[in-house]
């Protein structure tokens, strides 16, 4: 058993204790990793655009996104380039070790990341009483009987891709809220969220789809719960640079979702 | 631990990326209002648009230009031709709906 140990030791460890072989990318391997992982996000909403530009081809397609709409995607979109812009000054302050603008520029990232939920979801709310649906949504009392409900019953692929693409995006969008407040406030975050979540399911109607879907969050406060109490640290420049990685690809698909699914789409 | 990625380090480039994002958004909105182009033109020059602003993105806020070159090729490479792979598993079936029919 000693001579095995002794074997594996000498095939494995050929640097003297303490001195490591240069990196092979040039940068840590937290940072490598969200690499690697951002590329095979990527391809998930790839593979999801190429779907969407598949119908919106080869099929009628509806234009049904009046100025309303396309005012508020506007001001989304400004919302996710403005929190990257702070994203970078968080990097920046965490390079040069300042703690309390670190922790300020990510608030202010966490702020603009979280009006653009808060629009992309009343947005949401106002095409679905519209009568932009599908099958698995709530039926809301004031559902409309127009163009959006017209589109629904016609062109399904419209409302499957359209909300398909847009969840999933503001699904990464909360999870990089999350992931900034974590790196941000720490244990600290956790009564904030929970108190997030609490107060959301209580004042969303339970006809909206989001009374729901703000379980996220809850979820989101779970994993947050084990990561923070099972590997407790301090969260160093590294995590910042990582988190913001992560935070500037959700504005990159963004940049992609907004000129194909909404640009594309609207009423002339 | 190696270090954090050292760049350039003027803010002032961020923010001339920024307000650069910010008008190719603002030409991208003016396109979808006064629909200049048919929709095939247009989707191709909001896709030129958008790859152009997300090239600034990945270049300068998520440092890539500031990385060596064995990582911007790895990930640009790698990303691509799966992209690539994508689009020659899609359209071609697509094409063949439409000149069968379907049945």
């Known amino acids: ?268 | 631990m190696h270090d954090v990625a050292k760049h350039d380090d003027s803010k002032g480039q961020y923010f001339w990326v920024w307000g650069a994002l910010l008008f190719l958004t603002a030409i991208e909105v003016w396109l979808g209002y006064r629909q200049i182009f048919q929709p095939v033109r247009m989707l191709q020059v909001l896709l030129l648009l958008s790859i152009i602003k997300s090239a600034l993105i990945i270049g300068y806020f998520m440092h890539l230009k500031f990385e060596k070159a064995i990582m911007r090729w790895m990930i640009v490479i790698s990303v691509t031709a799966c992209f690539v792979i994508m689009y020659f598993f899609f359209f071609p079936d697509a094409g063949r709906i439409l000149r069968l029919g379907v049945k």
């Open chain 1, 1 to 268: 058993m000693a001579e095995a140990t002794l074997q594996h030791t000498a095939a494995v460890g050929h640097e003297p204790a303490g001195e490591f072989e240069a990196p092979l990318f040039g940068a840590y391997s937290k940072k490598v990793g969200m690499w690697l992982f951002l590329a095979s996000d990527s391809l998930t909403f790839g593979a999801l655009l190429f779907a969407f530009s598949y119908n919106r081809i080869y099929t009628a397609w509806p234009t049904p996104f009046g100025k309303e709409s396309i005012i508020n995607a506007t001001i989304m979109t400004a919302c996710l380039l403005s929190s990257s812009l702070t994203m970078v000054m968080a990097v920046f302050a965490a390079q040069r070790n300042d703690r309390a603008w670190t922790r300020n520029w990510l608030l202010a990232t966490m702020a603009f990341g979280t009006a653009f939920i808060v629009l992309h979801g009343m947005e949401w709310t106002h095409l679905i009483h519209e009568g932009l649906t599908l099958p698995g949504f709530p039926k809301s009392v004031e559902h409309g009987a127009g163009d959006y409900a017209t589109i629904s019953s016609g062109v399904p692929q419209f409302a499957a891709t359209f909300f398909g693409l847009t969840a999933m995006h503001m699904l990464h969008v909360t999870i990089g809220v999350i992931y900034l407040g974590v790196v941000a406030l720490r244990k600290w975050f956790l009564p904030i969220l929970g108190v997030i979540w609490l107060g959301a399911y209580l004042a969303i109607p339970a006809d909206n789809v989001f009374h729901y879907g703000v379980h996220a969050l809850l979820l989101g406060l779970i994993v947050s719960a084990i990561i923070l109490f099972l590997k407790p640290k301090d969260y160093d420049a590294h995590d910042v640079e990582v988190s913001g990685l992560y935070w500037h690809f959700v504005d990159l698909v963004w940049m992609f979702i907004f000129p194909l699914v909404y640009l594309m789409s609207t009423k002339v």
